[in-house]
């Protein structure tokens, strides 16, 4: 049964067996997965000599709490324990399947365009805003079609698709080109994602401001935030509103929500380069410091496949009409990047999620920091479970996503309180949600009263009075 995500307190938790993993190792790209963190399964760790460990735990890394105020221990399982407690043939791949998959959302993108373009017209529906208001049903609904094409681009990159690179890269740049999506540069800076999930400085999407960038955004000191006055409900609304709009685009072009640490980049590629505007990072040059020189050609592809789509579309717009391509493509395209945006933000912003310094940092708790949400109908079918699975998503991304929720329901006895879902409301409740992370995510800091480990945990935080307060921090002494 899933875990709910909502306010409890006093909540179990499984006590961490854990020795603190070294700065230098917990921050490798090139340690193995199976072998961080190194403790026992959840399922025994719960025993009756556990108390007296527990009590250590905490006077080691002190109270840590989330932003619902439950208290948090560190993951006390591996990756071996994930893999080994997933049947087999859940990592099983048919590209015939995936295949067919793919026919399916194009047949129905091209039904439903058939269909609205033959019998929508003046003549069948005389009214204007009658027709205007199917037609942007039209763009909703052609919206979760492309979506759902997206995703299985996405599964492509992961080489979840099928046991073929060949047919996953083929056939993930066809779609993902067809979007306006540059497939392999995508698929090159998504993997560092996943291998640097929860970072503070190495993760690649929606890493949150620490309390110090926060204050600094809003021109103050960090020991001022805690005394700032509530964010305005419409502060709130704009942002969001921004974020569905452009977000997408603002992260393709300038690395928007992404880690700004490019100056450790190993070929030197990021010395001088920050994100925003100008900052020389972003999707579509081949030196961008998102990139190896290894890459280079793929990153060319990429942007070949736009350039082939765009031309397409620009021969299209001049025989059809513009007003016509932005009804057929552009519109819809626009949901397509709203459901995207969405989605990533709200599978790693939550109030009960934690991020890591790199010294608290490995794979196996990174990769617990994401949390499952239920979409209905529309989540698992349209969207192919993206929302739904994304946990197991982070521990094994090779398992295709029709065999996700078998294997999410497998892993979570191994995860125990570990692993988060918030399904409550399905639909309805998923949309609150962003609202409801809005308000509450801010920024993240340390818990009050962390020690030794527990500093390198940072949770959200906010000022608008949800959840554990802010720390109050003393002014600097002056000279």
């Not at 067809?178 to 929606?206: C, N, Q």
């Not at 918030?422 to 609150?432: N, R, S, W, Y």
């Amino acid at each position: 049964m899933a875990t709910s995500n909502i306010p409890r307190k006093n909540v179990l938790q499984q006590p961490a067996k854990l020795n603190p993993v070294s700065a230098s190792s917990s921050n490798s790209l090139s340690a193995s997965p199976d072998d961080t963190p190194r403790q026992s399964p959840s399922s025994t760790s719960l025993s009756s000599l556990d108390s007296d460990h527990q009590l250590d735990l905490e006077h080691a890394n002190g109270k840590l709490l989330d932003t619902y105020g439950n208290e948090f221990q560190f993951p006390d399982f591996t990756i071996k324990q994930i893999r080994d407690a997933i049947p087999a043939h859940c990592f099983e791949r048919s590209a015939a399947r995936g295949l067919w998959y793919v026919a399916r959302d194009i047949v129905s993108l091209a039904v439903t365009f058939h269909l609205f373009n033959t019998y929508l017209t003046s003549e069948n529906v005389p009214s204007t805003p009658v027709r205007a208001a199917l037609w942007g049903i039209y763009t909703f609904v052609q919206g979760l079609f492309a979506t759902g094409l997206w995703v299985l681009a996405h599964e492509c990159g992961h080489q979840s698709f099928s046991p073929s690179k060949i047919i996953n890269d083929t056939v993930g740049w066809i779609c993902h080109s067809a979007l306006l999506v540059p497939y392999f540069s995508w698929k090159i800076s998504h993997g560092k994602h996943h291998k640097a999930t929860g970072h503070i400085e190495r993760d690649m999407v929606f890493v949150p401001k620490t309390r110090d960038v926060y204050a600094s955004r809003l021109g103050c000191f960090a020991y001022e935030v805690s005394e700032l006055m509530e964010e305005t409900p419409i502060v709130t609304a704009a942002m969001l509103i921004g974020q569905q709009l452009v977000g997408w685009f603002l992260y393709l072009f300038t690395n928007k929500t992404g880690h700004d640490c490019h100056e450790r980049q190993a070929e030197g590629r990021g010395k001088g380069k920050k994100n925003g505007p100008g900052g020389g990072v972003n999707h579509f040059n081949p030196s961008s410091p998102l990139y190896e020189a290894k890459d280079s050609k793929l990153i060319l592809l990429s942007d070949l496949g736009l350039a082939i789509t765009a031309s397409v579309l620009f021969l299209l717009g001049k025989k059809f009409g513009w007003l016509n391509l932005a009804v057929w493509y552009f519109i819809p395209y626009i949901w397509v990047n709203h459901w995207l945006v969405a989605i990533t933000y709200l599978q790693h912003t939550d109030p009960s999620l934690p991020h890591y310094e790199p010294h608290a940092w490995t794979y196996t708790r990174g990769a617990a920091a994401t949390i499952d949400r239920e979409f209905g109908f529309i989540g698992r079918q349209l969207l192919h479970g993206i929302i739904e699975t994304h946990v197991l998503h982070h521990y094994v991304s090779t398992i295709p996503f029709y065999n996700a929720d078998e294997a999410t329901e497998a892993i979570k006895p191994i995860m125990g309180t570990h692993y988060r879902s918030d399904v409550k409301g399905g639909p309805l409740g998923f949309l609150k949600s962003m609202w409801k992370s809005a308000r509450w995510c801010q920024w993240v800091e340390p818990s009050e009263g962390a020690q030794g480990e527990g500093k390198g945990v940072l949770f959200f935080r906010n000022r608008n009075g949800n959840g554990v307060p802010p720390m109050k921090l003393p002014a600097p002494a002056r000279l």
